[in-house]
């Protein structure tokens, strides 16, 4: 199965997909691991945030590359 990046997931296609069990997917949930959107009583992921758990460097070179930006514009303003 592929995590599709614009794809809204329950916590069970959410843990299938991670091959997780329910208590694992709901900790990393209520631990702000995984970020959530609460619809009623049920929780959505979105495929972006299961990507990013399953590969956080890519988080971390966006961010450093966010953080650059952020700088530069802070010293524009400065200056």
């Not at 199965?1 to 329910?22: G, R």
């Not at 495929?47 to 930006?69: C, F, W």
Request: glycine share 6%; no cysteine; aromatic share 6%.
């Amino acid at each position: 199965m592929e995590i599709k990046s614009n794809e809204v997931y329950t916590t069970q296609e959410a843990q299938q997909l991670l091959k997780i069990s329910p208590s694992t997917i709901m900790r990393l949930i209520k631990k702000g691991i995984i970020r959530t959107a609460k619809i009623g009583k049920q929780y959505r992921i979105t495929g972006k945030e299961l990507l990013r758990l399953l590969s956080p460097e890519i988080e971390d070179q966006v961010g450093k590359v966010y953080n650059k930006a952020r700088n530069w514009i802070h010293e524009d303003i400065k200056n």
